[in-house]
């Protein structure tokens, strides 16, 4: 029986990359959609010099899939990674060999990410992790995304919920769960568990994590 679970955050904790952008770059080269890509990356840099919340931000890069077949967002993601994957530098070996350390443990394995599934399945599959917390995608009766995501909404304080929910539906204590980030954003979900880990030793999340006598990878 598995008693704990270990929370991995996934971009730039388990892959070089960040996943929702690079994926996006990935699906507007796909499509042929260039000035649709420089418009919305023009206006994501004016939206973080200006402030806006990570939250909004996180909403509205969802907003660009509108209309989209989820099916068709499905294998574009695997595309995507099949060609992320020639890349040998695509993995931090650090967080990978935390995860199949766990995985010899019998824990659960759980990403947990503001990225969505059709981007994280892929990697989960390879790195052999069943259980994903992510955005929240909605979609109408015919499996088209509407651009909007449900709640939790998984980054910052919503990731700390996500988790709650997922060790209170499986009957685990935070207190006996690992969870690894790598950015000041993750701290609340860093917090909840017994056993945080920051990934990266030279960060803003490695100075917090060390005043706090966290583990650094």
Not at 92 to 119: C, E, N, T, Y
Not at 120 to 128: D, I
Request: aromatic content about 12%.
């Amino acid at each position: 029986m598995q008693t704990s679970a270990a929370f991995f955050d996934v971009d730039e904790t388990l892959i070089t990359v960040k996943s929702m952008f690079d994926f996006y770059d990935f699906w507007c080269s796909e499509n042929n959609e260039y000035d649709k890509l420089e418009s919305y990356m023009t206006h994501f840099r004016s939206a973080v010099k200006n402030g806006t919340p990570r939250e909004q931000l996180n909403r509205e890069y969802y907003r660009q899939f509108s209309g989209v077949n989820y099916k068709d967002l499905e294998e574009a993601g695997e595309n995507w990674f099949r060609a992320k994957n020639l890349d040998s530098g695509l993995f931090i070996s650090s967080a990978v060999a935390a995860l199949k350390k766990h995985q010899a443990d019998k824990m659960f394995i759980v990403f947990i990410s503001g990225s969505m599934r059709p981007v994280l399945s892929p990697v989960a599959n390879y790195l052999g992790v069943t259980d994903i917390l992510c955005a929240p995608l909605e979609l109408t009766s015919e499996g088209i995304i509407t651009g909007e995501i449900g709640t939790p909404q998984t980054i910052g304080s919503g990731k700390k919920e996500a988790l709650i929910n997922f060790c209170s539906q499986k009957k685990i204590s935070t207190a006996d769960c690992y969870a690894y980030g790598d950015d000041l954003s993750d701290i609340p979900m860093l917090e909840s568990v017994g056993y945080p880990v920051c990934v990266g030793k030279h960060t803003e999340l490695a100075r917090h994590a060390i005043n706090q006598r966290w583990s650094v990878i």
